[in-house]
């Protein structure tokens, strides 16, 4: 069965903390891992991931792939109260997109 | 504004109703989706379309119907819904090609209640 685990569930830092999320996966024909960022509204994409060891970066984010290991992070560094938000992670596998349940960060000032 | 827009917004229903719900992108995308998110729940894609053909239906029921008139327009048409049929619904586009090959770009969602 195609699993997509994020971790943790959730999250409170404070501003300026920097935050590491996980996702976790287990499907068949791995083809990318994206990040998208879900406030109140639509989910905003963050990043695609194809390839190995290569760090994606936009301004105080940044997102790595690991695919022997089966995993992803996204780091959020000097957070602010606007990276409040819940962070999806999916897989593109098959003919799917699986996503995770997602990561709560709440950042207080 | 992603360029994807999506209505109603809201939208209450009794489980005797029909009702659709619309999605247009203004992107130049041939590919558009539908997807279902549950409280507490990981995102669910439930149909896929490639240059207007259906290419995944994700074992949904049929009580949902989608049509793709146009690569622009999608519609998820609603009838004899289930209480647990209530999310948010959310409608994205992309380039053509596998899922998860592009990246996806979402409209705001409509937040269905059944009755």
């Known amino acids: 069965e195609d699993k997509v685990v994020q971790s943790p569930l959730s999250l409170v830092v404070h501003e300026g903390d920097t935050v590491t999320l996980n996702c976790s996966y287990e499907v068949t024909n791995f083809r990318s891992l994206l990040w998208y960022k879900q406030e109140k509204k639509a989910p905003t994409f963050l990043f695609m991931l194809t390839s190995s060891g290569i760090e994606k970066k936009s301004g105080r984010l940044s997102s790595i792939l690991d695919k022997k290991e089966l995993f992803s992070i996204l780091n959020i560094t000097a957070t602010q109260t606007g990276d409040s938000a819940v962070y999806l992670c999916a897989v593109g596998h098959d003919y799917k997109l699986s996503f995770g349940a997602g990561t709560t960060v709440t950042v207080r000032a | 504004e992603t360029g994807v827009t999506q209505t109603p917004r809201h939208l209450v229903m009794g489980m005797t109703n029909k009702k659709s719900l619309k999605c247009e992108q203004h992107?130049?995308?041939?590919?558009m989706y539908w997807y279902k998110q549950s409280a507490k729940k990981p995102l669910e894609l439930m149909f896929v379309y490639n240059f207007k053909e259906q290419t995944e239906n994700n074992s949904v029921p049929s009580r949902f119907s989608p049509e793709c008139p146009n690569s622009s327009h999608l519609f998820l048409h609603l009838h004899t819904l289930q209480p647990e049929d209530s999310a948010l619904y959310l409608c994205a586009s992309s380039q053509p090609g596998l899922a998860g090959a592009n990246e996806q770009f979402f409209g705001p969602g409509t937040r269905l209640t059944v009755l």
């Open positions: 992107l130049g995308h041939n590919a």
